[in-house]
C-alpha cells in the first residue's frame, strides 16, 4: 500500500499544477514531491533521478529530456484525456507505461460543448454583453441568430467525446457527419473522407480529435474556407488541430461566421484579435472543469499510481 512509502524515497514524483486535495493525497500517501518548473528542475532531476513513477499535468506532460533524465522511470500519469505534451515514442522505446484518464471526463467535455455550440449560434453570451452594456434598455435590437434544431453538424474526431457530443446534438435533430482516420461501423452518422468534405457539408464543424502532432492544423485554410462566412467552428480538442491565426483572421473579417473556443495555442493567452468580437466566445479550458468530474480524474490518476506499485501495470494505459 502506498502509505507505507516512507518520503524521503521519492518514487513518485509529480509535476504540473493539481488540486490541493490530489496534491495531499500525493504527498502524503506516496511521499511524492513536486518537481520545479523553474531553474532548479534539472539538479532536482539529478537528485531524484531513482523516481519510478511521473504523474504529470495534460498541460506539462512529460517531456523526452524530463524522461530521460529519470533512468528508473517505468510509468507516466497524465491526469486527464490529452498527452500531446508526453513524448510517446521515447516511453514506447524505454518501456515507460503511460495512463491517462480517458471516460471520466467524456460527459462534461460533451456537456461543455453542445453549450458552445448552442452559445455561438444563438449569440447567447454576445446577447448577455448587449443587455448588460445596455444596448436593449436603450431601444436596440439584438441581432437574429442561427437555428439549431435541424443544422448539420460535421464532428472531426468521433471517439469517446465526439459521439457523447452525438448522442446529446440527437436531440435536436441535427444531421451529424464526421471524420475519423476510419470509419466507424458503431454510428449511424454519415461518414465523411476528409475533413473538407466534413466542413463543406456543415453549418458547425466541433473539432474534437485528438491533439498532437498527427492532427496538427487539420482544419486549414481550406476547411475553413469550406465552413465560410455563414459556418460555426466549435474547437472543445486541442488549438494545435486548428491555424488559429488564420482563423483569427477570418473570424475578424467575416470569412468565418463564428466561433466557440475552450482551447488555444498560448494558454492562458488568448489572441488579442479575438477579445473584441461579438461572434466568438471565449473559454478558459473548462471542458472537465466541474467539482464531479474533477474528482473522478483525481481519483483515476490515484488508481492508476496505485495499481501500478502495487501490480506493475497501470489501468488505464494510453492507446495509439
Ligand atoms: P479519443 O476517444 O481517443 O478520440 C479521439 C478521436 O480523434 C478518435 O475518433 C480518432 O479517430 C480521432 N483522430 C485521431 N487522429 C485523427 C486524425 N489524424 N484525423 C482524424 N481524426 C483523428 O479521445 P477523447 O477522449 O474523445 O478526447 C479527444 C480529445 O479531447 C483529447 O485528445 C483532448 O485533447 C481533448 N480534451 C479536451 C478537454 C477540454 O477540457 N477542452 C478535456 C478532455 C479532452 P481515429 O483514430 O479513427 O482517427
Redesign the pocket.
Known amino acids: 500500500m502506498g502509505a507505507d512509502v516512507p518520503a524521503a524515497s521519492a518514487r513518485v514524483l509529480r509535476s504540473g499544477w493539481f488540486k490541493p486535495d490530489l496534491v495531499a493525497r500525493l504527498d502524503r500517501d506516496y511521499g511524492a514531491l513536486a518537481v520545479p518548473d523553474d531553474e532548479r528542475r534539472e539538479s532536482f532531476l539529478a537528485t531524484h533521478a531513482d523516481a519510478e513513477v511521473l504523474v504529470v499535468s495534460?498541460r506539462t506532460g512529460a517531456p523526452g529530456d524530463m524522461m530521460r533524465a529519470l533512468p528508473r522511470l517505468r510509468a507516466v500519469i497524465n491526469h486527464?484525456?490529452?498527452?500531446?505534451r508526453t513524448d510517446l515514442a521515447h516511453a514506447a522505446a524505454a518501456g515507460i507505461q503511460v495512463a491517462n484518464t480517458?471516460?471520466v471526463?467524456?460527459d462534461c467535455?460533451a456537456d461543455?460543448a453542445v453549450a458552445m455550440l448552442l452559445d455561438v449560434m444563438r449569440g447567447i453570451s454576445a446577447a448577455d454583453r448587449f443587455v448588460r452594456r445596455g444596448a436593449w434598455a436603450s431601444g436596440e435590437s439584438y441581432p437574429l441568430t442561427r437555428k439549431v434544431t435541424g443544422a448539420r453538424v460535421g464532428i472531426?474526431?468521433?471517439?469517446?467525446?465526439?459521439?457523447a457530443i452525438a448522442r446529446r446534438l440527437e436531440g435536436f435533430d441535427v444531421a451529424l457527419s464526421y471524420?475519423?482516420?476510419?470509419a466507424?461501423d458503431d454510428v449511424p452518422y454519415r461518414y465523411a473522407d476528409s475533413?473538407v468534405e466534413l466542413a463543406r457539408e456543415a453549418d458547425l464543424l466541433v473539432v474534437?480529435?485528438?491533439?498532437?502532432a498527427?492532427?496538427s492544423r487539420?482544419v486549414d485554410r481550406s476547411v475553413l474556407d469550406a465552413l465560410g462566412p455563414h459556418g460555426f467552428l466549435v474547437n472543445?480538442?486541442?488549438a494545435s488541430v486548428v491555424d488559429e491565426e488564420l482563423m483569427v483572421a477570418m473570424l475578424a473579417d467575416g470569412r468565418l461566421g463564428g466561433a466557440a473556443l475552450?482551447?488555444f495555442e498560448r494558454e492562458p493567452q488568448v489572441p488579442e484579435g479575438l477579445l473584441a468580437l461579438d461572434n466568438v466566445v471565449l473559454l478558459p479550458?473548462?471542458?472537465?472543469?466541474t467539482v464531479e468530474t474533477r474528482e473522478a480524474i483525481a481519483r483515476s490518476v490515484l488508481a492508476n499510481l496505485e495499481a501500478f506499485l502495487s501490480t506493475g501495470a497501470v489501468l488505464t494505459p494510453v492507446?495509439s
Do not use: C, F
Request: charged share 20%; glycine share 24%.
Open positions: 495534460g486527464g484525456v490529452g498527452v500531446e480517458p471516460d471526463l467524456t467535455v461543455a472531426l474526431g468521433l471517439g469517446r467525446i465526439g459521439r471524420h475519423n482516420r476510419s466507424r475533413v474534437a480529435a485528438t491533439g498532437g498527427g492532427t487539420l472543445i480538442a486541442r475552450d482551447v479550458h473548462l471542458g472537465s472543469g492507446r
